[in-house]
């Protein structure tokens, strides 16, 4: 069996032509059948160099990963929050990518606090995991989280990352919240993933980066409104709270309406099937990090 730094070496180059194919893609650049052949074959190697990584991981059991704040030197103090919060964030951005991609439980992907290091304030972190599907769906979190952060990392590659992975809304709030955190504390920090003997994948993000991401994706995390005409079966208003009740075969909801008119003129249609005109208005929620919706009727269609 091949050491995984060898394997995550040929890994690298692979993704390196699967990323120049997303960006033609992303770009809706034409690309000719024989190339497209190839860039097949290149993804079809790279599913297996992850199956190869992954049993190579399974076999060491050395799964960890570093995490280093650079510019705080050796001995120096700091302070619990900062420690605590930075560490935090990045296990709840682990956890939010398992979740999202892989369907893990949070508990399933917590992590173990193993010992410090010389050189900077850092710690070494690592999952403690026998049951082997475990095994395989973390590796696959570590893998896209590096993936990512190392995008994010290139102005290149930005453009087309807010295009693909990231323009699923609820990861994209877990990375602005981790970038968010270290961008607060000012903290440089370098990410070493591998096993505890080789290192693999080294990202150094500065803290400058930091704060420039997290203002980046702010603007991405926005969702703009939507405007939609469609025909519901009116089951009920309230003119104190100015909302009707309205359904159809796929949904219920209950629009907020401020025109007094178009509430009186429902009221007298109730179990009737009226078209509307109705804003449809979309955010993370913070806490449970669902997509919430709100409804605004704007026009009642006769």
Same mark, same amino acid.
């Given at each position: 069996?091949?050491?995984?730094? =060898? ?18 893609? =992303? ?11 190839? /860039? ?9 160099? +992850? ?21 705080? *030197? ?21 956890? @939010? #990518? ?43 979190? /570590? ?5 990512? +952060?190392?995008? &994010?990392? !290139? ?15 609820? &990861? ?21 993933? @591998? ?5 693999? %994948?080294?990202? /150094? #993000? %500065? ?25 519901? #079966? ?17 949904? *219920? ?13 429902? @009221? ?17 929620? *913070? $806490?449970?990090? !669902? ?5 605004? $009727? ?5």
């Amino acid at each position: 069996m091949r050491p995984t730094n =060898a394997i995550m070496r040929e890994i690298q180059e692979v993704k390196k032509i699967i990323f120049k194919e997303e960006n033609l893609k =992303a770009n809706n650049i034409p690309i000719h059948p024989i190339i497209l052949i190839s /860039f097949n074959q290149i993804n079809d190697r790279y599913i297996q160099l +992850l199956e190869e990584l992954k049993e190579a991981y399974q076999h060491e059991n050395k799964h960890a990963i570093k995490f280093i704040i650079k510019n705080v *030197t050796e001995h120096a103090n700091i302070s619990v929050e900062r420690f605590a919060q930075s560490i935090m964030a990045f296990q709840e951005l682990i956890q @939010g #990518i398992g979740n999202e991609l892989f369907r893990l439980d949070k508990n399933e992907l917590n992590l173990s606090f193993s010992n410090t290091f010389k050189g900077s304030f850092g710690i070494l972190l690592n999952t403690e995991k026998t049951d082997m599907e475990l095994i395989s769906k973390s590796y696959n979190t /570590f893998s896209d989280m590096i993936e990512t +952060l190392s995008s &994010l990392n !290139d102005d290149n590659k930005f453009t087309t990352l807010m295009k693909t992975k990231l323009n699923n809304k609820k &990861l994209l709030k877990k990375y602005k919240d981790f970038y968010q955190i270290q961008a607060k504390y000012n903290n440089d920090i370098e990410i070493e993933w @591998g096993d505890t003997v080789n290192i693999n %994948t080294k990202i /150094f #993000i %500065t803290k400058e980066r930091f704060v420039y991401i997290a203002d980046s994706l702010l603007k991405y995390e926005y969702i703009p409104d939507e405007h939609i005409s469609e025909t519901f #079966i009116i089951k009920g208003i309230s003119l104190i709270k100015k909302r009707l009740e309205l359904q159809n075969n796929e949904k *219920t909801i209950y629009p907020i309406c401020d025109d007094d008119k178009i509430l009186i003129e429902a @009221g007298k249609k109730i179990n009737e099937a009226v078209k509307f005109k109705i804003i449809v208005s979309k955010k993370v929620n *913070t $806490v449970s990090d !669902d997509i919430e919706e709100k409804y605004i $009727v704007t026009h009642l269609i006769k």
